[in-house]
């Protein structure tokens, strides 16, 4: 398994910032992801963290609005960029250990990002 | 989209009763994951079935799983305040955990 910790856990942010949320887990893991969930909806992945290349995005999200940093095998960052109140919601950091039996994916606690 | 479709979406019952949740899917997958959150924060696994089994057990949990109709269902049996939460399918296509896609969610409340 792993531990994985979110920084922070919560911020009311003003239209118009940017807001950087760091996820650290306590071993390498191969894949990395970053998840939304808006309020009262189900998880939809933003994009896949690759170590020393730029992000997946899935359709939908760019790398403009959602620029992503993976500088090692345990580190990664999202920034939400310009932001408005449409991106309230909660972002959620996971990883995937890959392999035999290992196909489940870890989760970190989550940034509840509410925009005013 | 693959999403799937969960149902009932909100689920309410009385602590010893048995609570069982529905998922269904669009097209072939490789296994299904059963995830808990509890009140917005991180997802947590529970059990994980895959595309050529047809049922799983896991202490208070059971999976099924029916490849032909693409659905499974989750049921948990003698529920207890604890397990109030919100319950997520999510499908895997590939077998390496590198894609997930999670249903829309079913909000179980266990009341005393």
């Known amino acids: 398994s792993a531990v994985i910790s979110q920084k922070p856990s919560r911020d009311i942010c003003q239209r118009g910032t940017s807001l950087t949320i760091q996820c650290q887990v306590d071993?390498?893991?191969?894949?990395m992801f970053w998840y939304r969930q808006q309020p009262g909806q189900s998880l939809t992945l933003i994009a896949t963290?690759?170590?020393?290349?730029?992000?997946?995005?899935e359709s939908g999200f760019v790398i403009d609005k959602f620029p992503i940093s993976r500088p090692n095998l345990t580190f990664s960052t999202l920034t939400v960029s310009n932001m408005s109140p449409e991106d309230s919601s909660i972002y959620l950091c996971?990883?995937?250990?890959?392999?035999?039996?290992?196909?489940?994916?870890?989760f970190g606690p989550g940034t509840r990002l509410l925009v005013l | 989209s693959q999403q799937g479709e969960e149902d009932p979406q909100a689920l309410s019952i009385q602590e010893g009763e048995n609570a069982t949740m529905n998922c269904s899917y669009k097209t072939s997958i490789n296994n299904l994951q059963w995830y808990r959150q509890n009140s917005g924060r991180g997802l947590v696994h529970l059990i994980l079935?895959?595309?050529?089994?047809r049922e799983k057990h896991s202490g208070r949990l059971r999976v099924t799983l029916d490849t032909s109709k693409k659905s499974s269902s989750l049921l948990i049996t003698a529920s207890r305040a604890a397990d109030t939460a919100s319950y997520f399918c999510a499908t895997d296509t590939t077998g390496t955990a590198s894609k997930l896609t999670f249903g829309t969610g079913t909000r179980l409340q266990v009341t005393l």
């Open positions: 996971s990883v995937g250990l890959g392999g035999q039996g290992k196909e489940t994916q870890y």
């Open positions: 079935i895959r595309s050529n089994e």
């Open positions: 963290a690759n170590q020393g290349s730029e992000a997946t995005y």
């Open positions: 071993s390498q893991v191969t894949m």
